[in-house]
């Protein structure tokens, strides 16, 4: 019996999806528990591209079991249509893909919500991905959401939905002076209901039996530790529990039953949307590590903000999700760099800073500390062991080992599930 969890460990994107593809080749469940799809998880394997945004990329092997937990936003249409990509790539997922039945909606008024509530912020906008998730997750903190159970159950699922529409109408007119957009809104989702219906299982139980049955669990994470809720850069965050901790609460595993936690990093660091960035790039180097790692979100194509890896932002992460093993991803992305910078700290207004800064503000005016380290100038791309590796690759990530006081259990150095270096003797090895 295993449960490791797969947690982004920064603002999200930092190659999850190619993680949670190589590992769930150890796994009998793949379980996504937080977040909706705002999320978009890349894995690449015989030369095909697929971005996953609600289902586990674990189900991309044939033989894995995917649970959609109850802390995930579904929107019914991006599910079907999610499943019926799937389906035209050869991948089909009756009898294996699992969606809790007290997972919320996201329905389309949401995303008129949010649409209006971004604009309305003018200048101070999250940048969200426009996916209806904030709202959701609103409604389900304010008792107001519709869940997947609701759903199943036609009659009272009109009935609900006509109320909480009525609520809902009242307030778009009062806040931003329009009226809700509804128009076929019952019909519509009873049908994709309809399209769902042979998925939906009580997942908490599913899951529990598994293990109780001696199966395992990877449970994949979705955004990062700084895009979390209560510990990320509110407000600029998303609306979930992104960090180790919502993998139980989204899945209904209790904490006793994780085994450990992986956390993914960058060799660099990125971020899309508004909000603080100490080491963001100056425009010229940033483009040029946008360029070398395809920096553009997979959902919504926005250039992604590039800048040097944040040590105290990952021992934060560390802290945060109790990280037992640490995956460096696109080391390759590096390859031509002749000098590398590292954030070894904050200074605010002349002081270290020890924590990590509550406000948005506070973080912003930050000046981070760098150590400048030798770049290897030579290519690691799609290397598989780790004493192939050139030696200022080598330093640069004991570097990062040794300032975490983390192992590090996994290195990518390529999109491809192959292009993947897992060292012996680590933690992550034996949880394997
Ligand atoms: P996720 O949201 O954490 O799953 O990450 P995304 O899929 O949004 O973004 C990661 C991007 O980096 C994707 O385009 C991946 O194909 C790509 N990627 C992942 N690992 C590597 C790597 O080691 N090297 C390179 N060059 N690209 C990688
Ligand atoms: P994966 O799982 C990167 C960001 C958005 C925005 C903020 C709030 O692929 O790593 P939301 O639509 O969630 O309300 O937007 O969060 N964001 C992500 N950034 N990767 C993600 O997911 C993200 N999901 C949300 O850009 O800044
Ligand atoms: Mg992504």
Redesign the pocket.
Known sequence: MKAIVVI?AQW?????????DYLAGSFDYIARCAGGHN??????FNSH?F??QLIP?GVLRPDKQAVIGSGVVVDPAALVAELENLCKAGICLDGRLHLSNRAHLIFPYHRQMEKAAEAARGAAKIGTTSRGIGPAYEDKMARQGLRVCDLMDPAGFREKLERVVREKDAVCRAAYGTPLDVAGLIEQSLELGERIRGYVADTADLLNGALARGQSVLIEG???TMLDIDHGTYPYVTSSSATAGGACTGLGIAPTRITGTVG?T??YTTRVGSGPFPTEMPDLEASQVRD????????TGRPRRCGWLDLPLLRYAVMINGIGSLVV?????FDTQREIQVCVGYCYKGSPVREMPPTAEQLAAVEPVYRTLPGWESST?GIRDAASLPQAARNYLKFISDDLGCEIGM??????RD??IVPPGTKLASWL
């Open positions: 982004g999200g994107d930092e190659g999850k999806g190619k993680v949670v999320a978009g998880h890349t894995v690449i591209r971005i996953l990329c979705a955004q990062g993914v960058k060799a070398r790692g395809r920096e553009y979100g997979a959902v991803t696109k080391l390759d992305v791309y290195i990518s150095t390529g999109p491809e292009a993947t």
